[in-house]
């Protein structure tokens, strides 16, 4: 299997990517990133390949290098603290729908999207929460966009492992503290809490066997 991997740097793209890198299934894996990442990433790998872009606002002067692939899990994705919902917009939905445009049109045939969205997420785009609202027309729109496959993961409290940190200071804080409390946390909570290993042995899995759900939250995602 041939993987583009968007978000790459991100909590989540990291765990995703050490996932690609340990599965034997995985032959390839383009991370699509705005500067190269260096030896923050960890392990290398010749099943790598970094392709660096200025903007993922226009990706039609490399949509050609995407072709040939057979999943695309976009990771993507800031918090929408104190953003106002036009700029919210602009980076979740405007910026997803770009990456999904050209990884499309390269591979109109066979090619499965998973998008990394969150729980909550409102479907119907008229509740009040503004993140929610936003990303719930993001799933809507890829959901109707004609790929083979497509899936919107919901994952609720993610905690990072196997040395991965996040890039907000206050979370790194929280992750800090349950830490210890993780094993009971995981197994009384699924619905709740899950990990950056279980998120991207989850898309490896959905991508590669499907799954009977096209959204899945986080107690799909521990299962899948």
Not at 93 to 111: E, H, I, K, Y
Not at 195 to 222: F, N, S, W
Request: hydrophobic letters at 45%; one cysteine or more.
């Amino acid at each position: 299997m041939r993987v583009i991997l968007f978000g790459a740097t991100g909590m989540v793209g990291q765990g995703v990517r050490r996932e690609c890198l340990l599965d034997p299934d995985v032959d390839a894996v383009l991370s699509v990133v705005r500067r190269p990442s260096g030896p923050s990433m960890g392990r290398k790998s010749d099943k790598v390949r970094e392709l660096v872009t200025s903007t993922f606002r226009d990706l039609s002067e490399i949509e050609s290098q995407f072709a040939g692939y057979d999943a695309c899990f976009f990771c993507l994705g800031v918090s929408s603290f104190r953003m106002k919902e036009a700029e919210y917009r602009r980076v979740t939905f405007d910026l997803t729908m770009a990456a999904a445009r050209a990884v499309l049109r390269a591979n109109p045939q066979g090619m499965t999207f998973i998008y990394v969205s969150g729980a909550g997420t409102d479907s119907s785009e008229h509740g009040r929460v503004m993140w929610a609202r936003v990303k719930g027309q993001t799933e809507n729109a890829l959901l109707a966009m004609g790929f083979t496959a497509a899936y919107m993961f919901r994952p609720a409290a993610i905690v990072p492992l196997h040395g991965i940190t996040s890039k907000t200071p206050l979370y790194r804080v929280i992750y800090a503290g349950m830490k210890p409390f993780l094993p009971l946390m995981l197994k009384m909570f699924p619905q709740y809490v899950t990990t950056t290993e279980q998120v991207g042995r989850a898309m490896l899995a959905v991508a590669k066997h499907g799954y009977p759900k096209q959204v899945l939250e986080a107690v799909d995602i521990a299962s899948a």
